[in-house]
């Protein structure tokens, strides 16, 4: 662990709000990301949305294809193995991932954006846990957001009238082993940003995850274990004009003799609602810097999904 990434307990938050948001936005200017311990999840629920992935993730290809979700940009259900790109980039990425978003929706105007979520019947309780784990990383990213708010002093609940009903995902990830080396130049993960407001992820059993800090050096991160990593969206970045920054990240392929073992993890995008304007925030005008222009986040994730492959323009 680096001094880059040094951890905040969350329990700060409960007991000295403003020092959390201090040490959080601290974090967040110097690399885009943070380190999160004493975050009260439950890591029985964690252990069982992993297992359940993993198991997922093990069934035949002919089984997972029956729940690609053609529709949005496969923004639930499953992608398969080389389909996303990093923006930029031609060659794919090596994974596959599955996307589990909101629940409750049916029947909306908003179920035309935020689909259901196919049920897997092939593993017993994968709904049941992935959905538990899903509403358990929405209520922590909101509280997160209330530190955020605190940081750019913005009323402390600011973020919650504008992430109800956000069309958030949950995203369970599995990187291959790659028992033959790889094409030349490939990345399990190609240096990208993340496209939403914030990212909460969980740490992954196996290390590859780095940041391109603003030196110019990537720097690896790895999080204690049960500590939880964050970092700031496209969305938030351009909210605040960059004043917290939304940084480029990679993951990396494995070491030889680590090129046998499959990597798991499970990040959850959090976004705004559908039809919030991001509207670049006054009280972070920098000076001699061009605002950039108001767009809905429906917009703005539609852009980003074709740049990256998932919608064909």
Same mark, same amino acid.
């Not at 784990?133 to 509280?143: F, I, K």
């Not at 030196?215 to 496209?234: C, R």
């Given at each position: ?22 040490? &959080? ?174 990212? &909460?992820? &969980? ?16 720097? =690896? ?91 064909? =323009?």
């Amino acid at each position: 662990m680096t001094g880059f990434f040094t951890p905040v307990s969350m329990q700060t938050f409960d007991t000295d709000p403003e020092a959390f948001s201090t040490a &959080l936005g601290r974090s967040f200017r110097e690399t885009g990301f943070a380190v999160i311990t004493d975050h009260a999840l439950d890591q029985n629920l964690i252990d069982q949305a992993v297992s359940d992935t993993k198991a997922f993730f093990a069934l035949p290809g002919s089984v997972k294809a029956r729940y690609i979700h053609q529709s949005h940009g496969g923004q639930r259900g499953y992608t398969p193995f080389g389909t996303e790109n990093a923006k930029g980039r031609k060659q794919a990425d090596l994974k596959e991932f599955w996307h589990t978003g909101r629940a409750g929706l049916e029947g909306t105007p908003l179920s035309k954006i935020m689909p259901q979520t196919p049920s897997v019947t092939e593993i017993d309780g994968f709904d049941a846990s992935t959905c538990a784990l899903y509403d358990a990383l929405d209520a922590l990213g909101t509280r997160l957001l209330e530190a955020i708010a605190l940081d750019i002093d913005l009323p402390r609940h600011w973020f919650k009238p504008r992430i109800e009903n956000g069309n958030s995902i949950l995203r369970l990830l599995h990187y291959p082993a790659q028992p033959t080396p790889p094409p030349e130049g490939s990345e399990r993960a190609a240096a990208h940003e993340d496209i939403n407001v914030i990212t &909460l992820l &969980l740490g992954a059993e196996e290390a590859g995850l780095e940041v391109l800090h603003r030196s110019g050096k990537w720097l =690896a991160v790895n999080p204690p274990k049960g500590a939880l990593v964050v970092n700031i969206g496209d969305m938030l970045s351009r909210l605040t004009q960059s004043i917290l920054p939304s940084t480029t990240h990679r993951v990396v392929n494995p070491a030889p003799d680590r090129s046998g073992h499959g990597r798991y993890s499970t990040p959850f995008f959090l976004h705004f609602a559908p039809d919030i304007l991001i509207d670049p925030l006054e009280s972070c005008d920098q000076h001699g810097r061009l605002r950039p222009d108001p767009i809905t986040a429906h917009d703005f994730l539609m852009e980003r999904l074709i740049e990256i492959g998932l919608i064909k =323009a």
